[in-house]
């Protein structure tokens, strides 16, 4: 759009451009803004098949697990068992980084984990497209809530959750099919996650995730993929204690 004083009429009738300083700005809308919904809960809680089921481009957080080599990763206390379940177990600095590169630029490198052998077996490069919305899934997603959030691409952050016996019965159902670990780990680490999933969900709750079943689960995420306001959960500084 061009002001009126931006232009002169020469004596044969075309136009003459004047100072640019005088031409009126344009608006343009603002491209959208990428953002993320954090869905956490569990491991067993439906986390994924709930991604699947909305249809937004899901980025997997388990792939940024540490290796098993990792001299950092944490035991259970009193076992030789590494603690898959403590977030010391997972690299959470890679993980904002691609979730910040995502919201900014649609497209980010990110490994590909095996759990099964404990290690990253390749790369890859995932990418979002012109979606203005997509979802990081994973058991730990809730310990980057507070860190999404001040970067400004937080559209939600959900904790999935449902009966302990429930997410017992899948998890075991789906760690033996699709063989992550040996069955006597699978067996301890079943059992020990059963007797705590309400810390686990009370903690991921602490760190701001907002606790839900599936079908609210499913309405939170439409509302945030049609751009309307959730109310967020604020984050407690008072340190939780760990899933383990």
């Not at 061009?2 to 300083?21: I, L, Y």
């Not at 919904?37 to 098949?49: H, Y």
């Not at 940024?64 to 177990?89: C, H, I, M, N, Q």
């Not at 016996?165 to 069955?183: I, M, P, Y």
């Amino acid at each position: 759009m061009r002001c009126d004083a931006a232009f002169k009429e020469r004596p044969t009738g075309s136009p003459v451009r004047g100072n640019a300083a005088h031409w009126c700005p344009v608006t343009a809308h603002p491209p959208i803004p990428t953002r993320v919904v954090l869905l956490t809960g569990p491991s067993g809680a439906g986390k994924t098949r709930l991604a699947a089921r909305s249809g937004l481009p899901v980025l997997r957080l388990d792939d940024f697990y540490k290796e098993g080599d990792d001299p950092t990763l944490p035991l259970v206390a009193e076992s030789r068992d590494v603690d898959w379940d403590s977030p010391a177990s997972w690299d959470a600095d890679a993980a904002v980084a691609a979730v910040e590169e995502l919201c900014r630029t649609g497209r980010t490198r990110v490994p590909v984990y095996d759990i099964s052998v404990s290690a990253r077996v390749g790369e890859e490069v995932f990418g979002i497209e012109r979606t203005p919305l997509f979802i990081a899934e994973g058991i730990f997603a809730a310990d980057i809530v507070e860190r999404v959030r001040e970067l400004g691409i937080l559209a939600d952050a959900l904790c999935l959750r449902g009966r302990p016996s429930t997410t017992f019965r899948r998890r075991l159902a789906r760690d033996l099919k699709q063989g992550r670990k040996s069955v006597p780990f699978l067996l301890r680490r079943g059992w020990r996650l059963m007797r705590s999933e309400r810390a686990i969900v009370a903690r991921q709750t602490a760190l701001g995730a907002h606790p839900c079943g599936k079908e609210e689960a499913l309405g939170r995420l439409a509302a945030a993929a049609a751009g309307r306001c959730v109310k967020a959960r604020g984050t407690k500084r008072s340190s939780a204690p760990d899933p383990a």
